[in-house]
């Protein structure tokens, strides 16, 4: 069965902080899909990243950067000198199924308060 | 460009009523999903509708059923309201019915069951 596991509940930063966000999953597809979501306040979950399977290329973007290691099923995210606006609740997210997967079905982690202090 | 709307974005229901849920998605996407998210938790996939079929359901019971029309637009309606169907309904759209690209998700429909 599929899983994601984010272990860190809740994690306090003060500006300028780097933290890393830590994601672990379970699939027994081949291939499959990774993400990372932003929740605001809003409860708008915004879209950081996605990540194919077969693609294990760190991948920095700005302040945020992704290291996706398949063979400790792990796709950790870290945000280097973290700001306020950071603060936000963070969930990790796995696709099930890929091939003659007809649907778009994400399997979400429980996500990680971060909370980044001034 | 306008993005995925919810309405309505608060509601306070009492046990066992009924509630119907609406999301529009964004213009040209024909896939709508609902997940149901608990205080404190990750959102759990509900359903997907893919040019108005629906493609999957998650473990929920027949209590929750949805449709989408022609217009791409969708509902969600949840009978027999439970105290444990409180929560935040997400609406997410995607141009595509299949994991090809990331799901554009509304604010929600924040639902109280008293």
């Known amino acids: 069965a599929q899983k994601v596991t984010q272990a860190q509940t809740e994690i306090s930063v003060v500006e300028k902080e780097d933290v890393t966000l830590d994601c672990v999953y379970e699939?027994?597809?081949?291939?499959?899909?990774l993400f990372w979501y932003k929740q605001p306040p809003s409860g708008e979950l915004v879209f950081l990243i996605r990540?194919?399977?077969?693609?294990?290329q760190n991948e920095i973007s700005g302040r945020y950067s992704w290291n996706f290691q398949k063979s400790t099923s792990s796709f950790n995210f870290t945000i280097t000198a973290s700001q306020v606006v950071d603060s936000a609740v963070y969930f990790c997210?796995?696709?099930?199924?890929?091939?003659?997967?007809?649907?778009?079905?994400?399997?979400f982690g429980t996500g990680t308060l971060l909370a980044v202090q001034p | 460009d306008a993005g995925v709307t919810q309405s309505p974005t608060h509601l306070i229901k009492t046990r066992g009523q009924h509630v119907t849920l609406r999301c529009s998605p964004i213009?040209?996407?024909?896939?709508v999903s609902w997940y149901q998210q608990v205080l404190g938790q990750g959102p759990q996939f509900i359903f997907q509708?893919?040019?108005?079929?629906?493609?999957g359901r998650g473990n929920f019971p027949d209590r929750f059923s949805a449709r989408q029309f022609p217009n791409y637009s969708s509902e969600l309606n949840v009978n027999a309201l439970l105290l444990g169907d409180s929560a935040l309904y997400l609406c997410?759209?995607?141009?595509?019915?299949?994991?090809?690209?990331?799901?554009?998700f509304g604010e929600g429909s924040r639902l109280t069951v008293l």
């Open positions: 213009s040209g996407h024909k896939s």
């Open positions: 699939t027994r597809d081949t291939t499959y899909y």
């Open positions: 509708y893919y040019e108005k079929e629906e493609r």
């Open positions: 997210a796995l696709s099930e199924g890929y091939y003659g997967g007809a649907t778009n079905k994400l399997i």
């Open positions: 990540r194919n399977s077969f693609d294990e």
């Open positions: 997410a759209s995607s141009p595509v019915g299949r994991v090809a690209g990331e799901l554009f």
